[in-house]
């Protein structure tokens, strides 16, 4: 289907458009590689794919839109990918919170955000503050983050803030996340082909629908986004049950 078709059709849809997508945002490297170039150009290209999809997002009218930008495993990659990769985060910070907030898009910041450099710590603050009166998409960036440090920070938070509890429920555990108000994923999209969810908001996905595309990050525009909406909007959830 063509742009303009899938834009047609998710609009004849509102009631089945998800609430909450995540992404995935894997391949950056491979895209690279194969023009024989540094690694830390495939993540420069990638950037141009986020606007894509955070401007597609606020356009449709996506409550919140969560991309996986630095996990707490990428420390292990080289130092100077690492580095590049931080660089690279407080540029998109400070490059686009004025066009965030003229599409009325508000930024959050998931993850161990107290061990990230203190520049970066300084941009998440100032982008956030600068958003925070926006009232459409808000997006969110996992960074340094896993979904099980979250659930673990979660836990030793209520243990530190409850001295009494014995037991701890899901209602606990969710108001102690690092974005309470963040609603369970409803579409989860991988780019490049990996079959995995790599540690990402895994109690929040646990119902997801899962769309799976081969193409790397860096190659993804408004069209292929369009497009796992379209086939979001095309299945039917279950969420355990039988219909």
């Known amino acids: 289907m063509k742009e303009s078709e899938l834009y047609d059709f998710i609009a004849s849809h509102p009631e089945r458009l998800p609430?909450?997508?995540?992404?995935?945002?894997?391949?950056?490297?491979?895209?690279?590689?194969?023009?024989?170039?540094?690694?830390?150009?495939?993540?420069?290209?990638?950037?141009?794919?986020?606007?894509?999809v955070v401007t597609t997002s606020a356009k449709l009218g996506i409550k919140y839109l969560t991309l996986y930008a630095f996990s707490t495993e990428n420390w292990s990659r080289p130092k100077e990918e690492v580095n590049a990769l931080m660089k690279l985060l407080n540029e998109y910070l400070k490059k686009e919170t004025d066009e965030l907030k003229k599409n009325n898009i508000k930024l959050k910041v998931i993850g161990r955000i107290s061990e990230l450099p203190v520049s970066c710590q300084k941009a998440i603050e100032a982008a956030t503050e600068n958003t925070s009166n926006s009232t459409g998409t808000t997006l969110v960036l996992a960074i340094n983050y896993g979904g099980r440090a979250e659930i673990i920070d979660s836990v030793n938070k209520i243990l530190t803030n409850e001295k009494s509890v014995k037991s701890i429920n899901e209602e606990m555990l969710r108001k102690n996340f690092y974005l309470p108000e963040l609603p369970d994923v409803d579409l989860l999209i991988r780019t490049s082909g990996e079959e995995r969810i790599s540690n990402f908001l895994i109690w929040q996905s646990a119902y997801s629908e899962l769309y799976i595309t081969a193409r790397l990050w860096p190659e993804i525009r408004a069209i292929d986004f369009l497009n796992s909406i379209y086939h979001y909007i095309k299945r039917e959830r279950r969420f355990g049950g039988v219909k």
């Open 19 to 52: 609430s909450h997508i995540a992404v995935i945002m894997d391949g950056n490297g491979r895209w690279a590689k194969r023009r024989f170039l540094p690694r830390v150009m495939g993540h420069r290209a990638g950037v141009k794919s986020v606007r894509n």
